[in-house]
C-alpha cells in the first residue's frame, strides 16, 4: 500500500492521492440525496443488479495481475521498480510477490474506491429513506462482488499465461453460464454471482459461498503463475525510416510520431489497447442488451447514445499510449512535452479512427437504424475528439497518474461528464422529438468541436514548462 | 581566462525536503574540460539538470552557450549533448534506430554516415537491430553516448559518462573526448572515477552538500605528492567533520 501510495503521489502529492476517495464520497453522497429520485427512475432491485454489475466488470478490469507481473519484469519502468519484480534479485517467490500484489491492489480498491462510496452514502442517510444498515449490506455485497470479478480475473489471466486453450474454454464456459442465467429459469443470476443473491435475499449462505470463490479462485490464480520469467533478446530490421516516410506529411511530427507507431508494434500495445476500447464497448452493449432482456430492466438505447460512449472509452487509448514507454531521455533532444503530447494525439486518432466508425457502423445495423449513421458519425467523432484533447490537456503525458488525482478527475469530469449526459438525453429524446433534439445535437457537436481547438491551443501554455522526468 | 561557456551566480535549488544547491558560482572556459565532483549528494546532477534546462532553479541564475537553460531551452538542447545520469534509451528502437531518431530530430542530413562510425566505434553493429530494452546496461549507456557525440555540439554535457562500460570502452571514451576537446568542444562532466577525471580535465570544481568547496584549474591540484583524488578526498573529510561539528 505504502508504495501504492508513493507510487500514484509521485507526480502529485499525498494529499491529492488522497482527494480521489473524497471525490468518491461527494458523488456517493450526491446520488443518496437523491435517492427517492433514483429509485422512482428504476425499481430498487434492477438498479441493485445494475451496480453489481458495474462493479463486477470494475473487479474484471483491474484483475489481471499475473500479466501485470510479467509485464512489469519484461519492461522497464526507466528509475521504478516495484517489489512485485524483487523475486529477480532477492530470495522470495514470484508466487509470494504476485498474491502480495494482489491483496495490496484488493485492499486499495476497498479502501480509496468501494468504501468511500459507502461512506457517502452514510452520510447522505439524514436526507434519504434507507437505513444505515443496508449501507453496510450494500458495502458487504458491492465489495463480494467486486472480490469475485477480480479473482475470476487474475485466475483467467494466470490460467491465459499458462494455457491458451484453458483460458478459452474457460472464459466461454464462463459466458456460458452467464447466457444460462440470464435466458433460462435454470441457472437463476443470484447462483452465478452469489454476493447479487445476498443483496436481494440478505441470505448469509451466498455471502460464505462467495467469500469461498473468492479464496478458491486467489489460491489457483496464485498456484498458477510461473516462477521463470525469462528474458528474450528481441531483434527487429530497421523500419524507423520507412515509418517516418510513411508519415512525411506530418512534418515536424513525423520521426515522433513513427516511433510511438513502432512502440504500438512491438510492445503488442495495439491488440491490447484495441481489445481495451472494445471490451468496455462490448460489455456496455452487452449489458444493456443483458439487463433488457434477460433481466427486464428497461433500459433502451440508440446509436446515438453508443457513438456518444465509444468517443467516451477513447481516454482508455490515450493513457495507454502514455504508459507503453519511458519518456525520460527526450530531456536530451531538442523536444518539448507539448510537441510530445501532439504527438501522441495524432497516433491516437490514428489507431481510433477506424474503430471507432466501425463500432458505430455495427451498432446502427444492430439497431436496426442505419439512417442514424450521419447523427451519431460526426457525434461519436467529435465527442472523441473532445475527450481526448481534453485528457490530454489536464493530464499531459501521465494520464494514468493525474485521473487518480481529486481536482484533476474533478475537472475531467466537469468537462467531459456534461457533454457525453446531453448527447445520452439528446439520443433518448430523439424518437419523441427529432428535430429539437437533432439541433441540439448539432449545437453539442459543434460545440465539442470548438473546445476541441480551445484546449489543443492551450496544451502548450499549460506543459511547455514540463519535462519527461517521473518525478 | 577565455570567454565563459557557462556562467553559474548564485544558483540555488530546493527540494521539498532538502536544499539540492546552496548559492554556488563558477565559470566554465569554452574549451575545457570542466569536471564536476563531489560525494552522493553533493548537487552535481541537479546542477546537470538546471544547467540543461531540466529543472528551474529556486534563486540565481546561469548562461550556457549565452542561452538561459529554463527560458531558451529547445534552442539550447539543439545545441548541446546530454548524457543522463541513468541510461534509458527508448525501448521498443533499435539501436540503428534510436540514432537515426535523433538524427531526425536534430536535423541532421548524412545520417548513414555518422551512425556507422558511432556504431563502429562501440561495436554495436552486431547488436543494431537488438531492441534497446533488451541490451546490458553497458550497451544501453553506449547509445546514450553515441546519441550525445552524433550531431557534433559544441558542448557536452556528461553525468556519470564512464558507468557500466568496461576498461577498454573507458580508455576509448576517455580518448574520444580529450580528442573532442583539442578539436575545440567543451565538456562538462560529473564522475566519481577521480583516476580518468584527473587525467583528462583542465578545471574541476568540488562540491559538497549543494555548496562549492573548491575550484580552479587542474595544475593548482597536482604537487607535492598529492593528486585530484587526495584533495577531494581531503576536503570531503574536512567537510564532513566540520558538519558533523555543527
Known amino acids: 500500500m505504502r508504495e501504492e501510495a508513493r507510487y500514484q503521489s509521485n507526480f502529485t502529492s499525498k494529499l491529492a492521492f488522497y482527494e480521489f476517495p473524497i471525490v468518491l464520497v461527494a458523488?456517493?453522497?450526491?446520488?443518496?440525496?437523491?435517492?427517492?429520485?433514483?429509485?422512482?427512475?428504476?425499481?430498487?432491485?434492477?438498479?441493485?443488479?445494475?451496480?453489481?454489475?458495474?462493479v463486477l466488470l470494475y473487479g474484471l478490469s483491474t484483475g489481471a495481475f499475473?500479466?501485470?507481473?510479467?509485464?512489469?519484469?519484461?519492461?522497464?519502468?526507466?528509475?521504478?521498480?516495484?517489489?512485485?519484480?524483487?523475486?529477480?534479485?532477492?530470495?522470495?517467490?514470484?508466487k509470494t510477490t504476485t498474491a502480495a500484489f494482489y491483496l495490496k491492489d484488493a485492499a486499495y480498491y476497498f479502501a480509496f474506491t468501494l468504501s468511500p462510496v459507502a461512506l457517502g452514502l452514510a452520510l447522505a442517510k439524514p436526507w434519504a429513506p434507507y437505513t444505515y444498515t443496508s449501507v453496510v449490506l450494500l458495502w458487504l455485497a458491492i465489495s463480494l462482488t467486486f472480490s469475485f470479478g477480480l479473482a475470476l480475473a487474475y485466475a483467467f489471466s494466470a490460467l491465459y499465461l499458462r494455457s491458451r486453450r484453458l483460458f478459452t474454454a474457460f472464459t466461454l464456459a464462463f459466458l456460458g453460464l452467464l447466457g444460462l442465467a440470464g435466458f433460462t429459469a435454470y441457472l437463476p443470476i443470484g447462483y452465478l454471482i452469489p454476493s447479487i443473491q445476498f443483496q436481494l435475499t440478505k441470505d448469509w449462505l451466498p455471502f460464505a459461498v462467495t467469500l469461498g470463490l473468492?479464496?478458491?479462485?486467489?489460491?489457483?490464480?496464485?498456484?498458477?503463475?510461473?516462477?521463470?520469467?525469462?528474458?528474450?533478446?528481441?531483434?527487429?530490421?530497421?523500419?524507423?525510416?520507412?515509418?517516418?516516410?510513411?508519415?512525411?506529411?506530418?512534418?515536424?511530427?513525423?520521426?515522433?510520431?513513427?516511433?510511438?507507431?513502432?512502440?504500438?508494434?512491438?510492445?503488442?500495445?495495439?491488440?491490447?489497447?484495441?481489445?481495451?476500447?472494445?471490451?468496455?464497448?462490448?460489455?456496455?452493449?452487452?449489458?444493456?442488451?443483458?439487463?433488457?432482456?434477460?433481466l427486464?430492466?428497461?433500459?433502451?438505447?440508440?446509436?446515438?447514445?453508443?457513438?456518444?460512449?465509444?468517443?467516451?472509452?477513447?481516454?482508455?487509448?490515450?493513457?495507454?499510449?502514455?504508459?507503453?514507454?519511458?519518456?525520460?531521455?527526450?530531456?536530451?533532444?531538442?523536444?518539448?512535452?507539448?510537441?510530445?503530447?501532439?504527438?501522441?494525439?495524432?497516433?491516437?486518432?490514428?489507431?481510433?479512427?477506424?474503430?471507432?466508425?466501425?463500432?458505430?457502423?455495427?451498432?446502427?445495423?444492430?439497431?436496426?437504424?442505419?439512417?442514424?449513421?450521419?447523427?451519431?458519425l460526426p457525434v461519436a467523432f467529435a465527442t472523441s475528439a473532445y475527450t481526448v484533447v481534453a485528457t490530454a490537456y489536464l493530464t499531459g503525458l501521465r494520464t494514468n497518474t493525474y485521473l487518480l488525482n481529486g481536482p484533476i478527475i474533478a475537472r475531467f469530469g466537469l468537462l467531459t461528464v456534461p457533454p457525453l449526459l446531453a448527447i445520452a438525453f439528446l439520443s433518448l429524446g430523439y424518437d419523441l422529438f427529432p428535430a429539437l433534439a437533432l439541433q441540439w445535437i448539432a449545437i453539442a457537436v459543434g460545440g465539442m468541436a470548438l473546445l476541441t481547438l480551445y484546449f489543443f491551443s492551450k496544451i502548450d501554455g499549460r506543459w511547455a514548462k514540463t519535462t519527461f522526468q517521473r518525478a | 581566462m577565455p570567454d565563459p561557456i557557462i556562467e553559474v551566480d548564485g544558483l540555488s535549488k530546493?527540494?521539498?525536503?532538502?536544499?539540492?544547491?546552496?548559492?554556488?558560482?563558477?565559470?566554465?572556459?569554452?574549451?575545457?574540460?570542466?569536471?564536476?565532483?563531489?560525494?552522493?549528494?553533493?548537487?552535481?546532477?541537479?546542477?546537470?539538470?538546471?544547467?540543461?534546462?531540466?529543472l528551474d532553479p529556486t534563486a540565481g541564475q546561469a548562461k550556457v552557450l549565452g542561452l538561459q537553460p529554463n527560458a531558451e531551452t529547445l534552442p539550447l538542447k539543439r545545441n548541446i549533448g546530454i548524457v543522463p545520469e541513468s541510461e534509458s534509451p527508448p525501448s521498443f528502437l533499435t539501436a540503428v534506430e534510436?540514432?537515426?531518431?535523433?538524427?531526425?530530430?536534430?536535423?541532421?542530413?548524412?545520417?548513414?554516415?555518422?551512425?556507422?562510425?558511432?556504431?563502429?566505434?562501440?561495436?554495436?553493429?552486431?547488436?543494431?537491430?537488438?531492441?534497446?530494452?533488451?541490451?546490458?546496461?553497458?550497451?544501453?549507456?553506449?547509445?546514450?553516448?553515441?546519441?550525445?557525440?552524433?550531431?557534433?555540439?559544441?558542448?557536452?554535457?556528461?553525468?556519470?559518462?564512464?558507468?557500466?562500460?568496461?576498461?577498454?570502452?573507458?580508455?576509448?571514451?576517455?580518448?574520444?573526448?580529450?580528442?573532442?576537446?583539442?578539436?575545440?568542444?567543451s565538456i562538462f562532466m560529473c564522475s566519481h572515477i577521480l583516476e580518468i577525471a584527473g587525467k583528462v580535465c583542465t578545471d574541476v570544481l568540488i562540491m559538497d552538500r549543494g555548496r562549492v568547496l573548491t575550484g580552479g584549474p587542474i595544475s593548482s591540484f597536482r604537487g607535492n605528492g598529492s593528486d585530484l583524488a587526495d584533495t577531494f578526498l581531503e576536503l570531503i573529510e574536512k567537510q564532513g567533520g566540520a558538519a558533523r561539528a555543527d
Open chain 1, 66 to 94: 499475473a500479466f501485470l507481473g510479467k509485464e512489469l519484469v519484461d519492461r522497464r519502468f526507466g528509475a521504478v521498480n516495484f517489489l512485485i519484480a524483487a523475486p529477480t534479485t532477492q530470495p522470495i517467490q514470484f
Open chain 1, 27 to 54: 458523488f456517493a453522497f450526491v446520488a443518496g440525496v437523491f435517492y427517492d429520485r433514483l429509485t422512482t427512475a428504476t425499481p430498487l432491485p434492477q438498479l441493485l443488479i445494475t451496480l453489481h454489475f458495474s
Open chain 1, 296 to 376: 427486464g430492466v428497461a433500459l433502451k438505447f440508440d446509436t446515438v447514445f453508443y457513438a456518444g460512449n465509444v468517443g467516451f472509452f477513447g481516454v482508455m487509448i490515450y493513457s495507454w499510449i502514455n504508459h507503453i514507454d519511458i519518456t525520460e531521455y527526450y530531456d536530451t533532444l531538442p523536444v518539448s512535452v507539448p510537441r510530445l503530447i501532439k504527438a501522441k494525439l495524432i497516433v491516437f486518432f490514428l489507431v481510433t479512427t477506424g474503430i471507432t466508425a466501425f463500432f458505430v457502423v455495427l451498432m446502427s445495423f444492430v439497431n436496426r437504424e442505419p439512417w442514424k449513421l450521419a447523427i451519431a
Open chain 2, 98 to 185: 534510436y540514432l537515426e531518431f535523433v538524427c531526425r530530430l536534430r536535423g541532421i542530413s548524412d545520417t548513414d554516415e555518422r551512425i556507422v562510425k558511432w556504431l563502429d566505434f562501440f561495436d554495436l553493429t552486431e547488436k543494431q537491430d537488438t531492441l534497446c530494452k533488451d541490451m546490458s546496461k553497458g550497451m544501453r549507456q553506449k547509445i546514450m553516448l553515441a546519441s550525445a557525440f552524433i550531431h557534433k555540439p559544441p558542448l557536452l554535457f556528461l553525468d556519470e559518462p564512464f558507468i557500466n562500460l568496461d576498461p577498454i570502452y573507458q580508455r576509448r571514451v576517455r580518448d574520444f573526448l580529450v580528442y573532442y576537446v583539442k578539436a575545440g568542444g
Open chain 1, 214 to 294: 473468492v479464496v478458491a479462485l486467489s489460491t489457483f490464480a496464485t498456484v498458477m503463475v510461473e516462477e521463470t520469467f525469462e528474458s528474450v533478446e528481441s531483434q527487429f530490421s530497421e523500419s524507423f525510416r520507412a515509418f517516418t516516410a510513411r508519415f512525411a506529411r506530418l512534418g515536424r511530427y513525423a520521426p515522433l510520431v513513427a516511433k510511438e507507431w513502432i512502440d504500438l508494434k512491438r510492445s503488442h500495445a495495439l491488440t491490447k489497447m484495441v481489445f481495451s476500447f472494445a471490451v468496455p464497448l462490448l460489455f456496455l452493449s452487452f449489458s444493456i442488451w443483458f439487463l433488457n432482456n434477460a
Open chain 2, 14 to 54: 530546493n527540494y521539498t525536503n532538502a536544499q539540492a544547491l546552496n548559492g554556488i558560482s563558477f565559470r566554465v572556459p569554452k574549451g575545457a574540460f570542466f569536471g564536476c565532483f563531489g560525494p552522493n549528494g553533493a548537487g552535481k546532477s541537479t546542477l546537470v539538470k538546471i544547467l540543461t534546462g531540466q
